[in-house]
């Protein structure tokens, strides 16, 4: 294994062509991210947790929503400051999001061309670009698209700082984490075992674990410490001590699908192809590939950087799925928290291809991974993966308005029809039963998704509209996986 880290030229290109070459493809790759992502910034519904952003980044500290921005303000603080000059609305609120989104793509395709050459990087590029879970995290006014940028911004200085070893690049290498943290809790999750690896391993000539540096003391952990405490102190002094989590824990169920959803938002053949490659870079990598697959042009070219950045990348995708299963038996956690993981998983896609072939055909092993990707990306198209409650509304508009509506999640209706009667359709049977007591008949508006209800209520909600509703009409946009977000319009008497 080489253990000498100079900066170098190689004369040998590599088999894409020239940096110009590189640089205009990856751009081109950008491009695409951008017009998939904003296809649905400006067409997809609003979603129930856009409008619970648009009430915390109004309300601020003062919001009423648990948990609260307490150890979370970051996002909601830029956000605010966006509605001085934006409108509190969509498509505007889902600017910030569809900007790291875009930031994103570019940066997985620097940070692997910075470790395995061109084609790996355009691979990783082109699967990120064409993710229907990265591109629904950017064209949805939440935090999840910055958490991903975070992590592979982080990811990439932490590399550079194993490298150079100083107390600059250290502290370069902590602004992310910081801004991480300051996002939302669920970077955290994402990057701690990352991390861990990062500070522990020693720098990139001499990797082996040891105790962190002076550097990497004063640049990096110092940094992030001070932010960590200052951000518990915040979350303390505003007495939202359970700030930090997200509520109670979610059902036994709900816990049980969580690892599933997070493969199936990544999709099976990321998630297998993703580890594939980082294993196989990080162990193969000991050794070093055939010399013909080493002809990548690369301003540090190392086999021990290859495999010391694909040891901490697959790091990061696997504790970060495991941390928030675990999680989720504290306080209440979804699949979106995993985010973190994907950006590495691309790039193990991409590594992957470089393995197979270092020419051009490794684009097309790339072709293949986003062509697995074709279903539920022309599905995400179609209806945004998410609820559409607009059609069930204007029938309701056109049929009978002065009826009491039914439904959940309030926050939606309140955005949708807030001059029509209406009340919480998640309530006990009991409260359902005094509500329709008072009505000759009433509407009650329905998500259902492929396990049943996606409402609050569970089973005794199921029962009950089975005894008293009739489903009127159903609204789905065309899906072409297994998911799905219909909305039942159901008469009740």
Known sequence: MPTDIAREQYSVEDSFGTDRSFRLALAGIVLLAVVL????????????????????????????????????????????????????????TRLLPLLAGTAGVWLVGRLTYRIAGANAALVAALVLAC?????????????????????????????????????????????????????????????????????????MRTPRWQWPSRATWQGFVAPVVVGATLLLTSVLAFHRAGGVGNGGVRSIGANLRLLPAIIEWSSPVVVLAGFCGLALTAIASRSGPPSERD????????????????????????????????????????????????????????????????????????????????????????????????????????????????VWPAVTALHYISDLRRAELAQSPSQLDSLLAHETRAWAVVSVKRYGLATEGGRALHDWLQQHCVERDAFERARFDVRMYRVSLQECR
């Open 295 to 406: 002809d990548t042009r690369l301003i540090v070219e190392n086999q021990t950087i290859r495999m010391e950045a694909a040891m901490m990348l697959g790091i990061n995708a696997a504790s970060t799925m495991l941390l928030v299963v675990c999680a989720a038996f504290v306080t209440a956690t979804y699949a979106d928290y995993a985010i973190g993981a994907l950006p590495a998983l691309c790039i193990g896609v991409g590594l992957l291809a470089g393995w197979i072939t270092a020419t051009r055909r490794a684009l097309v092993i790339g072709g293949l991974a986003v062509a697995a990707l074709i279903p539920s990306l022309a599905s995400h198209l179609s209806d945004g993966t998410r609820f559409d409650y607009r059609p069930a509304f204007e029938e309701i508009r056109r049929s009978a308005p002065g009826r009491l509506v039914l």
């Open 37 to 92: 992502r904003l296809f649905g910034v400006l067409t997809h519904p609003v979603d129930q947790d856009e409008l619970y952003t648009v009430m915390e980044s109004t309300d601020l500290f003062a919001t009423t929503l648990d948990p609260g921005i307490q150890s979370r303000p970051l996002y909601y603080l830029v956000q605010h400051a966006l509605f001085w000059i934006l409108p509190n609305h969509e498509p505007w």
């Open 131 to 203: 993710s229907p879970w990265h591109i629904y995290a950017s064209e949805t006014a939440r935090y999840y698209s910055i958490i991903a940028a975070a992590i592979t911004a982080a990811a990439w200085l932490i590399i550079e700082a194993r490298i150079a070893g100083t107390t600059r690049s250290w502290a370069l290498a902590s602004v992310p984490v910081v801004i991480g943290t300051l996002v939302h809790p669920a970077f955290v999750l994402a990057s701690a075992c990352m991390i861990a690896f990062a500070i522990f391993r020693g720098p």
